[in-house]
């Protein structure tokens, strides 16, 4: 489930209604674009309803982290993957609950600013051991098994924190989202005595969407990570608070109708393996066919979905597409039509390298004891549109025959 949030719009100031993942932020008051910078972790608010004796200011607010996105680990022979989406405590507590269940999707939040009144409780709980539980899959995090875990990744995710307001009455600790009494006050006294003010660093920051190169206007969906000029022909994506240019190529389809969706074209180092050719891939992962030396001198990338699907089918499609990378034919600079957004970032897939390389190794047991001790660097990615065609229930790559389940892609943005 995704978050609704009530933002200003930082041009003209009116109320806009966004999605936790939206970066493309079209105020429809104003007809201004913004984008919001990754760098700003969210920080919200749930909203509050104080009675008549409390004032905001008496207010402190508990924080809960939010994790949202797929988890890769590679323990043993296997390469498992699961869907996270909770908010838990980031505090020590035994009055406030530990999840915000379905609060955070069920009402609209609003970003913390640095004029929000109240005290803001520090977190205790560190950030990793909040994700353990989160995952519930705390045995992975363990002392003992994690000799037996050769890999794990965090891939797509959204981590935000969200702060639940409270305020003490009468001896008691009250919720201020629904007045209820939770407990006596002495439970939270050592919280409440470590808050700090709200600061300006957390507000959301956001930059123009004017195209660096020719001024024009960038366009792209709410999600987009990647956004177009159509007047320079350029694509852009966002670093450190400024657009930088992306290198891309489209690859030619038989097709018109071809739906063209975004690839990462991942090329890297390594150390601890040679894994510089095709060929030294083949043989890594022990693929069942005769290539010989014909791979030796042809460069090695890997080619990751630039768009967030569910952890099965993005393992699929990333492994199927890069074991048959050959069989692409080379694509040019071309303007991109009937694509499919961008809306996972270059660094996103550079962090599913060597779960790709664990999910396309055939021979798992002898290889994938071999990932820790592999490091990849020098990475570089650039933006490769591949042709699909659409079939019932399938997209079918046209040269690979590489295929994606078409629920996956219509519901991926949900993730
Ligand atoms: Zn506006
Ligand atoms: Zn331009």
Redesign the pocket.
Known sequence: MELTIEQN?P??G?SIVLREDDRLIR?I??D?NNYRLERVAGRYLLPSKLPAHIDQSQLFYTPYLRFKGSIFYIRGAEVKHKIVDTSRIAIEADTIPVSLGLRPQAMRLTPVVSTVKGGFVCQTVPTKSVFAQAAMVTDLFGEKSERAVYHRAFIGETLSRIYQPCYLHEGAVFDAVDNRNLGDQSLVANHVAKTCASKASWEPQFISTLCPQCGGLLGGKRDSRVLQCKNCESLWQENDGKFMPIEWQVVESAESTAKYLPFWQVTFSTKGWNLKSFGDYLRFTNQPFVFGDRFDSTPLSFLIPAFKINPRAFLQVASQLTVSQWKLPKGSKRRVVNDHSVNLGDKEAIQAIKSVLAATTVNKKDRLPLLPKITVSNTECTLMYLPFIEQPHDYVQEHTRATLIAAALRYGRSL
């Open positions: 719009c041009s003209c009116a105020c008051y104003c201004v």
